[in-house]
Nanobody, 126 residues
Framework: QIQLVQSGGGLVQVGGSLRLNCEVF??????????VAWFRQNPGKEREFVAA????????AYTDSVKGRFTISRDNAKLTVDLQMNSLKPEDTAIYFC?????????????????WGQGTQVTVSS
């Protein structure tokens, strides 16, 4: 079993920054096979891929709308993943979830991820 515990988020004005943190608990987390990602969701909409990092290689992927503004990173010693969000826009407002899964083929597909964090609200006010 793996548990993901999220922190961070909140309310920020347009152009501001926020940092989200996701801490991984569980002996079955595999540094060589697991990917950790961030998704976001608004009411009545599907969960949207934001960013992902393959743990072993550190390879990252981003959805086009956040490229150049968001940065995903991991701390191998602490087993944490951060999402640094800069130049925030109102359309970034959503509940953000971190997720992890093993041997993920397509990092952008939410159904590939087995474990999810509790979600955290990010609100960008104009």
């Amino acid at each position: 079993q793996i548990q993901l515990v999220q922190s961070g988020g909140g309310l920020v004005q347009v152009g501001g920054s926020l940092r989200l943190n996701c801490e991984v608990f569980g002996r079955t987390f595999n540094r060589y096979r697991n990917t950790v990602a961030w998704f976001r969701q608004n009411p009545g909409k599907e969960r949207e891929f934001v960013a992902a990092i393959r743990w072993e290689s550190g390879t990252t992927a981003y959805t086009d709308s956040v490229k150049g503004r968001f940065t995903i990173s991991r701390d191998n010693a602490k087993l944490t993943v951060d999402l640094q969000m800069n130049s925030l826009k109102p359309e970034d407002t959503a509940i953000y979830f971190c997720a992890t899964g093993k041997n993920i083929a397509s990092t952008m597909i939410s159904s590939e991820y087995e474990y999810w964090g509790q979600g955290t609200q990010v609100t960008v006010s104009s």
